[in-house]
């Protein structure tokens, strides 16, 4: 994989597997990966710390256009989900089908080794309705609902689109009411990608 932290920074191409056969779990708890990206200054794309940035920013004339930031972000984000997801055994990769952020992937990767998965499913539930936007970007936010809802596929939990709407709209900061206010007027909810279009929308308005 090569991965660059800024567009000028140098590649970074870890080699060869750390996760085959058997040994992922071992593999996985001795950190290659955190080192690795700890030593590019690149950790904060799988512990969240990095946000993604908006996608559009005002110009000078008021117009929005392309944030260059979100292009480079999203370019350096590929290509490490790509390089994790290259780590992991293939006996292990159908469990990875949904998640599309490396961040996604290094959630996806912790909680799915463990040794108490009906306990595990009952802290993910609970972390799952206490999801909150925060400071986090709209796509951010729903990069998350969806690795946690890959989370409960791979336990072999399915979250229903109703139930993903309500923890969509129940974290969301007061200057996005006018959605939640919408969704709420409706004889039936909005599908989630329709609110999840709506509030991108709303997002961008608001720069």
Known sequence: MATTHTTD????????????????????????????????????????????????????????VAN??????????????????????SSFLSFFTDVGTASNVWLMANNLFVADPSTKQSHLRHEFHSLKKGSLSIRSYVDKIKGLCALFAAFGSQISEAERSTVLLAGLLLKFKVVVSSDSLTSAPLPFQRLVNALLECEARQM
Do not use: K
Request: hydrophobic residues 40%.
């Open 9 to 64: 920074s140098d590649s970074v191409e870890p080699s060869g597997s750390v996760f085959t056969d058997d040994l992922v779990v071992t593999s996985f708890l001795r950190h290659e990966v955190r080192l690795i990206l700890a030593g590019y200054d690149l950790l904060g794309f799988l512990d969240g710390s990095l946000s993604a940035p908006t996608r559009f920013v005002q110009a000078s004339d008021g117009t929005l």
């Open 68 to 89: 260059p930031s979100a292009s480079v972000f999203n370019q350096q984000d590929n290509l490490l989900t790509s390089w994790l997801l290259s780590t992991i055994s």
